[in-house]
T-cell receptor, first 114, second 112 residues
Framework: DVKVTQSSRYLVKRTGEKVFLECVQD?????MFWYRQDPGLGLRLIYFSYDVKMKEKGDIPEGYSVSREKKERFSLILESASTNQTSMYLC?????????????FGPGTRLTVT | QKEVEQDPGPLSVPEGAIVSLNCTYS??????FMWYRQYSRKGPELLMY????GNKEDGRFTAQVDKSSKYISLFIRDSQPSDSATYLCAMSPDNYGQNFVFGPGTRLSVLP
């Protein structure tokens, strides 16, 4: 059974803290993604990675960085957390061809920054 | 104008009703069209997909794509309380599995 796991389901951090969100997939997928999901705005892409050590900015990369040192692991880093980064963060992975339709999502991390 | 638009709902229907969920889009390059279902406190899961225009049926679910109108639909027949979820449309211009654009989602409640 395919699986994407995220390190925490709920996280509460203070403004200015450095925050690490971890994502691991066991499907040997090349592509991995970080999204944030906010009511009315849907899923917005923060960063994605198509290979180890490779990354591309998404639609809203400001205030975030990522790291992919191993194929199965993709980390999202909030360098200095701010209250407007309170959100649901979703990690996903995909393989593209022969299955270009599917991204597999983790359960999400609900981050609250106070 | 957002690249993909979707009525956020919420949409409440009685059990057994036919549900129609819709998305419009502006980018004519989209070729791959998907519907994801997201239950509360879970990540989205792929429900249906189609390539280019046409219809696809899977049990109680039918996905339709009208590229000339830039409009996609998901129909749910004989809706069940277990169909209560948020439905997100997604689109991609290529088969790399990377360039997905998601709609904001429609929250559906099917009442027993």
């Amino acid at each position: 059974d395919v699986k994407v796991t995220q390190s925490s389901r709920y996280l509460v951090k203070r403004t200015g803290e450095k925050v690490f969100l971890e994502c691991v997939q066991d499907m040997d997928h090349e592509n991995m993604f970080w999204y944030r999901q906010d009511p009315g705005l849907g899923l917005r892409l923060i960063y994605f990675s198509y290979d180890v050590k490779m990354k591309e900015k998404g639609d809203i990369p400001e205030g975030y960085s990522v790291s992919r040192e191993k194929k199965e692991r993709f980390s999202l880093i909030l360098e200095s957390a701010s209250t407007n980064q309170t959100s649901m963060y979703l990690c996903a992975s995909s393989t593209g061809t022969p299955n270009p339709y599917e991204q597999y999502f983790g359960p999400g991390t609900r981050l609250t920054v106070t | 104008q957002k690249e993909v638009e979707q009525d956020p709902g919420p949409l409440s229907v009685p059990e057994g009703a036919i549900v129609s969920l819709n998305c419009t889009y502006s980018n004519s390059a989209f070729q791959y069209f998907m519907w994801y279902r997201q239950y509360s406190r879970k990540g989205p899961e792929l429900l249906m997909y189609t390539y280019s225009s046409g219809n696809k049926e899977d049990g109680r679910f039918t996905a339709q794509v009208d590229k000339s109108s830039k409009y996609i639909s998901l129909f749910i027949r004989d809706s069940q309380p277990s169909d209560s979820a948020t439905y997100l449309c997604a689109m991609s211009p290529d088969n790399y599995g990377q360039n997905f654009v998601f709609g904001p989602g429609t929250r559906l409640s099917v009442l027993p």
